[in-house]
Structure formats: C-alpha cells, structure tokens
C-alpha cells in the first residue's frame, strides 16, 4: 500500500524556519515526481514546489520562490521542502504528492499525505 507521511511542521515566528520532510513506502519512488502543496483555512489547495523524479528539474509558486527548496533523496525515498524566511501568509497545512510528471496542478497528483500544519506568528 501507499503512504506518504509528512512530518516537521510546527509553529515559528515569522521570519524563522521549518524544514518539511515526506516519507515515502509501498511505491517505486524514484520514478515519481513529487510535489508539496498547502491549504490556508477557507482557501484552495496551491501548489507550492515540485521536483523531478532525478532531482534534476525543480518548480516554486512565485510566492516562495528565493525561500523555499525542495529537494529529495531517491536511496532514503524522502522528499524535503526548507522554508526559510516565513511569513504569515505561509501559514497553511502542507501536503506531499507524488505524480507520474512533474506538474503544478492538484488535480494531477494521484498519492497524497495526511498533510502537516505550518504556523506562522507575526
């Protein structure tokens, strides 16, 4: 069966840090792309990075792009999103994906986590 469990979000104050990380199993992960996406109370779920299954080619929304990398680990099947320089607005429950191709839109991911909660404080 296949799960992604996400894990390392908390609360920060703005302007801190948080690293993400998505734990992959039961799937060939390295021929996967995966993608981190968020969801703010009463928004829609946003795309927020993706990465190729190699590592080679990766993708930020406009709004973490200088903040946020995304990278991942094929041989420990984990994925890893470094925020740094939070802001309020990054405030959100995070979810990991993965995805045949690297794409930004929701819809195209077929396996998602449970999601973990990033807080902000201003």
């Known amino acids: 069966q296949v799960q992604l469990v996400e894990s390392g979000g908390g609360l920060v104050q703005a302007g801190g840090s948080l690293r993400l990380s998505c734990a992959a199993s039961?799937?060939?992960?390295?021929?996967?792309?995966m993608g981190w996406f968020r969801q703010a109370p009463g928004k829609e779920r946003e795309f927020v990075a993706a990465?190729?299954?190699?590592?080679?080619?990766?993708y930020y929304a406009d709004s973490v792009k200088g903040r946020f990398t995304i990278s991942r680990d094929n041989a420990q099947n984990t994925v890893v999103l470094q925020m740094n320089s939070l802001k309020a607005e990054d405030r959100a429950v995070y979810y990991c994906?993965?995805?045949?191709?690297?794409?930004?839109?929701?819809?195209?991911?077929?396996?998602w986590g449970q999601g973990t909660q990033v807080t902000v404080s201003s």
């Open positions: 039961g799937r060939t992960f390295r021929s996967y792309a």
């Open positions: 994906a993965s995805c045949p191709r690297v794409v930004v839109i929701p819809s195209e991911y077929d396996i």
């Open positions: 990465i190729s299954w190699n590592g080679g080619s990766t």
